[in-house]
C-alpha cells in the first residue's frame, strides 16, 4: 500500500493510497532511418596509418572506391561562392551555407599521392552530424503512464467546514479533511475564482523499491551483453534478507548461451533496450517527468485546483463553494487549466462521478506520442534560443515514423540508419498555422509552429480543446509561471526608494543596498525559510510567486527547492511547516509577518518589499571562510564587505554599492533594461541561467583555491585521460589519435576565467560567505550527484569548452594561446554531441559563434583552415545551422574565401599530380613499344617526357 505525504517533505501525515502502482514502461518507441552522411576523405585517409592494435574511434563507411571518372571532374569542378540570399526566412534557416563543389565524392578511401589533396578539395556531410540516438517519443503510445492520476472535488459544508465529495478514480485514504483545507483556501468566498497548486510526496512500498532494484540490475546486464561486455552476477539483497542477481530465467539462459538465443532475447526485449540506452547508459536523455530530484526520493505529484464560487440565495451563505483538482506527474501542469474550468461548471450543473469519469478519460486520452524526447543538452539549447524552427526535423521524423507504421512498412521500431532513406510521406508535412494548413492541404499531421511548444488536443464533451505542452521542461520548472512578473515587482519599488537591509553574510552580499532579488535568490541558495505573504491576493498568484521563485534560484541546474516548497498553505499547518528546513511557502494570512521567528526572510507581494528578519541566525564563521583570508590577506578586508551595518555612513554604503565584488549589481542593472526593452520571458530566464552556471563555476574555483580540489568541476585534467576513447580520428593523413600528451596548458584549463588574478581574487572575496553558506545545503549535495552522474555521460570528459570560450570572449591572447584553442576545438568537436556542447557554451544570446569564428582571421593559416572545418560541421548540424545563419555576412564572407582559396590551391596541386601520372603512363607506353622494335630512339623520347611534362 502506497502513501502519500501531504504538503510535508520531510516529516509529515501519512496518507495512503489505494490502487496499484503506476507502471512506467510503454510501447516501444519508434525509430527512422536517416540519410547517410558521406563520410570525410581525411579522416578515412588517416586510417591505414593506424596500427592493428589501435581501436578505430570512428568506423569507416563502406563504400565503393573512386572511379577515374569521379576523380576528373572532382578536378575540374567549379567553385561556387554564391551566398545564400534566400528571401524566405524559414526556408533560409533549414539549410547549411551553400559552399559545396559542383561533384563531391563519396568515398571513404583514397590511395596514393593524390588522397590527401583530394580529401581537401571535395567537401563532404559530416556522418556523425546527426544524433547517434534513436528517435523516440517522450510519451509513446500504448503506454500504461496516465497523464492524469486523479481528479478530487472539495466544498465548503457550513457546519462541518471543508469537505472532499469525490475522488477519482481511487479515494486517497487518510486524513481526507487536510486535503479539503487545501483545495479550499482562505478568503476564497470573496472571490468568484481562484487558482491553487500543491504537493504530494508519494513514497514506495519495500517492495516497489525491490522491483526498481531488480529491473536496474537486469537491464543494466543486458545492456552488457549487447555491447559485447562480461555480464557481471553481483548479487542485490532485497528487503526480505534474500539475494539475486537480478537476471530473470530468460535472461540466465541467455547468459548461459548467448549466441544461440541473442537476436531473439534482442527482439523480445526491444522495449527495455531503447529505455535502458536513454534511462542509465545516456541519462541526457531521459523523460522529463522521471528524472531523479538530487536523488532525494520519487517524482511528485503536482496537484493543479480551481474554487468557483456560486452566488445561490438559497444557500445559508448565500453561495456553493466547489473545487476541483488534477493530480498529475507532469510539472507544466497548467495545461489542463481550460478543462478545469469546463469540468467544474459541468460538475455544478451535474454532481456525480460520471461528470469526473468524463474529464479523467479525456485528458488521459490526449496524444503526445508525437512529442519527440531532446536529450539535456537539446533542451538547454531549446530552452535559451528564440528560434522557432529550432529541432524541427524531430517532429518531422516523427511525424514520418507514425506514417511509416500507419502504412506498415515495418520501418516503425528500427533504429536509425545511416543506409536509408526515410519514408516519404504521402502528402507534404506543412507548418501549423501556415495558410496551406488552413486551407485543408495538408495530412493529418502537422509540424509546430514554434518548437518550444507542442500542440495536441483534448476531445471533451466533443469540443476539441487545444493544449500546448512545451517541449523542454527543464527541472525546478513547475507550472507557468513568469520570471518577469517576479523581478518587476520587488524591482520597482527598491529602484523608486531604497531601503537598506540588516546586515547578513549570507545574504546581503552587496551591503545592506543589495538589490532585493539578489538578497531573495541568496536565502533560495544558503537554505532559509521564505514566506511570500499576499494578503488580499489571490492564492493563485501567490502560488506562481513561490514557483517563480524556486526556478529563479535553479535556473534549470541546481535542484532541491521544489520539494521543499509550499505554493500555497495556511495557519493551521504552521506546526509541520516549521519542521521542513528551508521551506519555501506561499501564504495569505497577514499573522504570519507578526511572528518572525517562524521565517528568515518574508517577501511581501503587495508593497513589493523584502524582509529579513530579527530573528535570524547568524552565519557560522567557516574554515573556508578563515582559510581564504589566510591565502589572500591582501584580499582579507573585502570579504566583510557584506557585513557593513546598516547604520553606517553613507560615504561607506556608497563605496559599498560601488565596489560591486560580485558582478550582482551590474547583473541586475542588465536584467531590468532588457525588461524594459521587452526582450521576453525566454530571455531573462537564459540570463537567470548563465548566472546560476556562472556562481556554480566560481564555487568551483573557490573550493580549488581553498580546498585544494573541488568535486563541483567535472572538466578538470583528471579527466582528460577519457579524452582518447571519446574523440574522434584526426582530421588530417598525419595526425594521430589525441592523446593526453597532445595537451597544452591552454587547452587543458578548467573552470571560470577572469580577465587577471586581482579580478578573480576579488570576485572570490565578495562571493566567499555566499558559496561557504551554500555549501551546507540540500541543492548542494544534489548538485554534486548531478555532476557526478553527467561524467559519465558528457560527450567530451577532461575539455572544458565553457572555459576555452570564455577565454576567447574575454581574455586578451596571443596568437599562439588563441591558436591552440582553435585546433583543440576543431581537433575534438565533431560528433553530434559534441558540438551541441558547444553551442550551449555559445548561446545565441551571447553572441553565438562570433568568438569562434575569429578563427577565421587568425594570422596563421592552419587556424583559419580548421576553424572554416569545424564551422562546415557547425552547419551541417541539426542545431548549429541555426547558429551558423546568426553569424555575421562579413564572417560568412571570410569563410567563403578561406574555402574558394583552399579548393583553389588544392584543384591546382591535383591537375598537376594528373598530368604527372599521364606522363608517366605514355612514358611506359614508349617504353614498351621501344622493346618490341629497338631500344633506341624510344628511351630517349621516354627521358624527354619525365624531364618535361607538358612536352606530351
Known amino acids: 500500500?502506497?502513501?502519500?505525504?501531504?504538503?510535508?517533505?520531510?516529516?509529515?501525515?501519512?496518507?495512503?493510497?489505494?490502487?496499484?502502482?503506476?507502471?512506467?514502461?510503454?510501447?516501444?518507441?519508434?525509430?527512422?532511418?536517416?540519410?547517410?552522411?558521406?563520410?570525410?576523405?581525411?579522416?578515412?585517409?588517416?586510417?591505414?596509418?593506424?596500427?592493428?592494435?589501435?581501436?578505430?574511434?570512428?568506423?569507416?563507411?563502406?563504400?565503393?572506391?573512386?572511379?577515374?571518372?569521379?576523380?576528373?571532374?572532382?578536378?575540374?569542378?567549379?567553385?561556387?561562392?554564391?551566398?545564400?540570399?534566400?528571401?524566405?526566412?524559414?526556408?533560409?534557416?533549414?539549410?547549411?551555407?551553400?559552399?559545396?563543389?559542383?561533384?563531391?565524392?563519396?568515398?571513404?578511401?583514397?590511395?596514393?599521392?593524390?588522397?590527401?589533396?583530394?580529401?581537401?578539395?571535395?567537401?563532404?556531410?559530416?556522418?556523425?552530424?546527426?544524433?547517434?540516438?534513436?528517435?523516440?517519443?517522450?510519451?509513446?503510445?500504448?503506454?500504461?503512464?496516465?497523464?492524469?492520476?486523479?481528479?478530487?472535488?472539495?466544498?465548503?459544508?457550513?457546519?462541518?467546514?471543508?469537505?472532499?465529495?469525490?475522488?477519482?478514480?481511487?479515494?486517497?485514504?487518510?486524513?481526507?479533511?487536510?486535503?479539503?483545507?487545501?483545495?479550499?483556501?482562505?478568503?476564497?468566498?470573496?472571490?468568484?475564482?481562484?487558482?491553487?497548486?500543491?504537493?504530494?510526496?508519494?513514497?514506495?512500498?519495500?517492495?516497489?523499491?525491490?522491483?526498481?532494484?531488480?529491473?536496474?540490475?537486469?537491464?543494466?546486464?543486458?545492456?552488457?551483453?549487447?555491447?559485447?561486455?562480461?555480464?557481471?552476477?553481483?548479487?542485490?539483497?532485497?528487503?526480505?534478507?534474500?539475494?539475486?542477481?537480478?537476471?530473470?530465467?530468460?535472461?540466465?539462459?541467455?547468459?548461459?548461451?548467448?549466441?544461440?538465443?541473442?537476436?531473439?532475447?534482442?527482439?523480445?526485449?526491444?522495449?527495455?533496450?531503447?529505455?535502458?540506452?536513454?534511462?542509465?547508459?545516456?541519462?541526457?536523455?531521459?523523460?522529463?517527468?522521471?528524472?531523479?530530484?538530487?536523488?532525494?526520493?520519487?517524482?511528485?505529484?503536482?496537484?493543479?485546483?480551481?474554487?468557483?464560487?456560486?452566488?445561490?440565495?438559497?444557500?445559508?451563505?448565500?453561495?456553493?463553494?466547489?473545487?476541483?483538482?488534477?493530480?498529475?506527474?507532469?510539472?507544466?501542469?497548467?495545461?489542463?487549466?481550460?478543462?478545469?474550468?469546463?469540468?467544474?461548471?459541468?460538475?455544478?450543473?451535474?454532481?456525480?462521478?460520471?461528470?469526473?469519469?468524463?474529464?479523467?478519460?479525456?485528458?488521459?486520452?490526449?496524444?503526445?506520442?508525437?512529442?519527440?524526447?531532446?536529450?539535456?543538452?537539446?533542451?538547454?539549447?531549446?530552452?535559451?534560443?528564440?528560434?522557432?524552427?529550432?529541432?524541427?526535423?524531430?517532429?518531422?521524423?516523427?511525424?514520418?515514423?507514425?506514417?511509416?507504421?500507419?502504412?506498415g512498412d515495418g520501418m516503425a521500431g528500427q533504429p536509425l540508419d545511416a543506409s536509408r532513406s526515410p519514408p516519404k510521406p504521402a502528402g507534404a508535412i506543412l507548418r501549423s498555422g501556415t495558410k496551406a494548413h488552413f486551407e485543408g492541404h495538408a495530412t493529418a499531421y502537422a509540424v509546430p509552429r514554434d518548437t518550444h511548444e507542442f500542440e495536441s488536443k483534448v476531445l471533451y464533451k466533443g469540443i476539441p480543446i487545444p493544449i500546448k505542452v512545451p517541449v523542454a521542461v527543464m527541472p525546478e520548472n513547475v507550472g507557468d509561471f513568469s520570471l518577469v512578473k517576479l523581478i518587476q515587482n520587488f524591482a520597482d519599488p527598491h529602484a523608486k526608494q531604497p531601503q537598506p537591509f540588516a546586515a547578513h553574510a549570507h545574504l546581503t552580499t552587496s551591503g545592506p543596498l543589495t538589490h532585493p532579488i539578489i538578497v531573495l535568490v541568496n536565502a533560495l541558495l544558503t537554505q532559509k525559510r521564505i514566506i511570500f505573504l499576499g494578503h488580499n491576493m489571490p492564492s493563485g498568484e501567490v502560488a506562481e510567486a513561490v514557483l517563480a521563485a524556486c526556478a529563479l534560484a535553479s535556473g534549470g541546474v541546481l535542484r532541491g527547492f521544489t520539494r521543499h516548497a509550499f505554493p500555497y498553505t495556511d495557519l493551521t499547518k504552521i506546526e509541520d511547516l516549521l519542521l521542513v528546513p528551508g521551506f519555501i511557502a506561499g501564504v495569505t494570512n497577514p499573522t504570519f509577518e507578526l511572528h518572525p521567528e517562524w521565517w528568515d526572510l518574508l517577501c511581501d507581494l503587495p508593497s513589493g518589499r523584502i524582509k529579513i528578519s530579527s530573528r535570524i541566525e547568524d552565519a557560522p564563521i567557516t574554515q573556508g571562510l578563515l582559510s581564504f583570508k589566510q591565502q589572500h590577506p591582501a584580499y582579507a578586508a573585502l570579504v566583510n564587505t557584506s557585513l557593513t551595518p546598516a547604520s553606517s555612513s553613507a560615504s561607506a554604503v556608497a563605496a559599498t554599492a560601488s565596489a560591486d565584488l560580485t558582478g550582482d549589481n551590474a547583473f541586475m542593472a542588465d536584467i531590468l533594461k532588457s525588461i524594459h526593452a521587452r526582450l521576453g520571458e525566454r530571455a531573462i530566464r537564459a540570463k537567470w541561467r548563465d548566472w546560476v552556471v556562472k556562481f556554480t563555476r566560481i564555487a568551483a574555483a573557490f573550493e580549488e583555491s581553498v580546498y585544494g580540489a573541488s568535486v563541483l568541476n567535472s572538466d578538470s585534467a583528471d579527466y582528460a585521460a577519457d579524452l582518447t576513447a571519446n574523440s574522434p580520428v584526426a582530421t588530417t593523413p598525419t595526425a594521430a589519435i589525441p592523446t593526453n600528451n597532445s595537451f597544452t596548458a591552454t587547452s587543458t584549463g578548467h573552470g571560470y576565467v577572469w580577465a587577471d588574478d586581482n579580478a578573480k581574487q576579488r570576485e572570490l572575496a565578495g562571493n566567499v560567505t555566499r558559496v561557504e553558506g551554500w555549501r551546507n545545503t540540500r541543492s548542494y549535495l544534489s548538485f554534486i550527484k548531478d555532476v557526478a552522474q553527467q561524467i559519465t555521460v558528457r560527450p567530451l570528459k577532461g575539455l572544458d569548452l565553457h572555459h576555452m570560450h570564455d577565454r576567447l570572449r574575454t581574455q586578451r591572447l596571443t596568437p599562439a594561446q588563441s591558436r591552440e584553442i582553435y585546433l583543440t576545438l576543431s581537433r575534438h568537436v565533431y560528433s553530434y554531441d559534441e558540438i551541441c556542447l558547444l553551442l550551449s557554451v555559445a548561446p545565441e544570446s551571447h553572441g553565438g559563434l562570433f568568438y569562434v569564428a575569429l578563427g577565421l582571421f587568425h594570422r596563421d593559416k592552419d587556424v583559419r583552415t580548421k576553424t572554416t572545418e569545424l564551422l562546415e560541421r557547425i552547419s551541417e548540424h541539426e542545431a548549429g545551422r541555426h547558429w551558423w545563419q546568426g553569424l555575421s555576412r562579413f564572417e560568412k564572407m571570410a569563410y567563403m574565401r578561406i574555402r574558394r582559396d583552399d579548393d583553389a590551391e588544392m584543384r591546382g596541386k591535383l591537375e598537376k599530380e594528373g598530368l604527372v601520372n599521364q606522363a608517366a603512363a605514355a612514358a611506359a607506353a614508349l617504353a614498351a613499344a621501344g622493346n618490341g622494335s629497338g631500344n633506341g630512339g624510344s628511351s630517349a623520347a621516354a627521358n624527354t617526357v619525365l624531364v618535361d611534362p607538358r612536352s606530351s
Open 1 to 407: 500500500m502506497a502513501s502519500i505525504q501531504v504538503a510535508q517533505p520531510t516529516k509529515s501525515r501519512q496518507h495512503s493510497i489505494s490502487g496499484s502502482s503506476v507502471s512506467t514502461q510503454g510501447s516501444p518507441p519508434h525509430s527512422l532511418s536517416r540519410k547517410p552522411g558521406r563520410a570525410s576523405l581525411a579522416v578515412q585517409a588517416a586510417q591505414p596509418n593506424m596500427s592493428s592494435s589501435t581501436p578505430l574511434l570512428r568506423p569507416p563507411s563502406q563504400q565503393p572506391p573512386p572511379i577515374p571518372e569521379q576523380l576528373s571532374a572532382l578536378a575540374s569542378a567549379p567553385v561556387s561562392s554564391d551566398v545564400d540570399r534566400t528571401s524566405n526566412q524559414s526556408a533560409k534557416s533549414m539549410h547549411a551555407p551553400s559552399t559545396d563543389t559542383a561533384v563531391s565524392s563519396q568515398h571513404s578511401s583514397l590511395s596514393g599521392s593524390g588522397a590527401a589533396a583530394i580529401a581537401v578539395a571535395a567537401r563532404h556531410s559530416n556522418p556523425d552530424a546527426h544524433p547517434p540516438r534513436k528517435l523516440r517519443s517522450q510519451y509513446p503510445r500504448g503506454a500504461t503512464e496516465n497523464h492524469v492520476e486523479y481528479i478530487l472535488v472539495a466544498s465548503f459544508d457550513i457546519d462541518k467546514g471543508p469537505i472532499m465529495e469525490h475522488q477519482y478514480p481511487v479515494a486517497i485514504t487518510g486524513d481526507e479533511h487536510m486535503l479539503a483545507e487545501l483545495m479550499l483556501p482562505d478568503q476564497t468566498h470573496l472571490r468568484n475564482q481562484d487558482w491553487t497548486m500543491f504537493f504530494l510526496h508519494k513514497d514506495t512500498t519495500p517492495e516497489e523499491e525491490d522491483q526498481e532494484r531488480l529491473e536496474k540490475a537486469r537491464r543494466r546486464e543486458k545492456r552488457r551483453r549487447k555491447h559485447g561486455h562480461v555480464a557481471t552476477t553481483d548479487n542485490i539483497k532485497t528487503t526480505d534478507g534474500t539475494e539475486t542477481n537480478g537476471l530473470s530465467e530468460s535472461d540466465a539462459d541467455n547468459e548461459e548461451a548467448p549466441e544461440k538465443d541473442k537476436d531473439a532475447d534482442d527482439n523480445d526485449n526491444d522495449d527495455y533496450d531503447d529505455d535502458d540506452d536513454d534511462d542509465d547508459e545516456d541519462e541526457d536523455s531521459m523523460s522529463t517527468d522521471s528524472e531523479p530530484e538530487g536523488g532525494e526520493g520519487a517524482p511528485l505529484i503536482y496537484v493543479l485546483n480551481l474554487v468557483n464560487t456560486k452566488q445561490d440565495k438559497t444557500q445559508k451563505r448565500g453561495a456553493v463553494v466547489k473545487s476541483m483538482a488534477i493530480c498529475t506527474r507532469h510539472p507544466f501542469l497548467h495545461i489542463y487549466k481550460p478543462l478545469l474550468l469546463l469540468a467544474l461548471e459541468e460538475y455544478f450543473k451535474s454532481p456525480v462521478p460520471e461528470t469526473l469519469s468524463m474529464l479523467y478519460e479525456a485528458v488521459n486520452a490526449m496524444d503526445l506520442s508525437l512529442l519527440p524526447r531532446l536529450s539535456r543538452l537539446e533542451r538547454h539549447l531549446l530552452q535559451a534560443s528564440e528560434n522557432k524552427d529550432l529541432f524541427v526535423d524531430k517532429f518531422e521524423q516523427m511525424i514520418q515514423m507514425r506514417i511509416a507504421a500507419e502504412r
